[in-house]
T-cell receptor, first 112, second 116 residues
């Protein structure tokens, strides 16, 4: 299909790890991204992974990429209440230029 | 440095009226994107431009929607006539698209449109 798919909601307790999963469609995507959207704001890039990598770690964030299954995940260690937001998975597709296609977003709730 | 600037931030209008949303991309960015966000459909790409030229408008829902980019520092998204189902948050984003670039998108704060 054409869609980037991700689950819509995730609820975790403060201090636990959060794992947000995504499946994408274009095997030729050079970069895959995770964006974060806080209430009333636009999206901001959280992290990205180059398609020839399996894993990328950035402080509390770990991104895993399985190209065979077209599966991307974002793990947030020691989740804090400030991590509550919507997290979007995205892929960059070549089409004339490059267009970035987003999933529907996973709303992360962090309970104190 | 100024980010992507969108106006208006909020607009409430009546069905049938024309709506014009405006965007100023980050200086030096050569790609500009218009997205629409709703609870039902998530974040949809409407149209994008490279070097002021529309590359892909397949996401524009109907002929009522049109977008222009007359120069590198300004773009508009117009809805005429507007309908209640057009109510959404419309985001503009800009990017550089050069070889080796990550293609990070920089988003404006969005224009929240309500059509009564």
């Amino acid at each position: 299909g054409e869609d980037v798919e991700q689950s819509l909601f995730l609820s975790v307790r403060e201090g636990d790890s959060s794992v947000i999963n995504c499946t994408y469609t274009d095997s030729s995507s050079t970069y895959l991204y995770w964006y974060k959207q806080e209430p009333g704001a636009g999206l901001q890039l959280l992290t990205y992974i180059f398609s020839n990598m399996d894993m990328k770690q950035d402080q509390r964030l770990t991104v895993l990429l399985n190209k065979k299954d077209k599966h991307l995940s974002l793990r947030i260690a020691d989740t804090q209440t400030g991590d509550s937001a919507i997290y979007f998975c995205a892929e960059s597709r070549s089409h004339g230029g490059f267009k970035t296609i987003f999933g529907a977003g996973t709303r992360l709730f962090v309970k104190a | 440095d100024a980010g992507v600037i969108q106006s208006p931030r909020h607009e409430v209008t009546e069905m049938g009226q024309e709506v014009t949303l405006r965007c100023k991309p980050i200086s030096g960015h050569n790609s500009l994107f218009w997205y629409r966000q709703t609870m039902m459909r998530g974040l949809e790409l409407l149209i994008y431009f490279n070097n002021n030229v529309p590359i892909d408008d397949s996401g524009m829902p109907e002929d009522r929607f049109s977008a222009k980019m007359p120069n590198a520092s300004f773009s508009t998204l117009k809805i005429q006539p507007s309908e209640p189902r057009d109510s959404a948050v419309y985001f503009c984003a800009s990017s550089t698209r050069t070889s080796g670039d990550t293609g990070e998108l920089f988003f404006g704060e969005g224009s929240r449109l309500t059509v009564l």
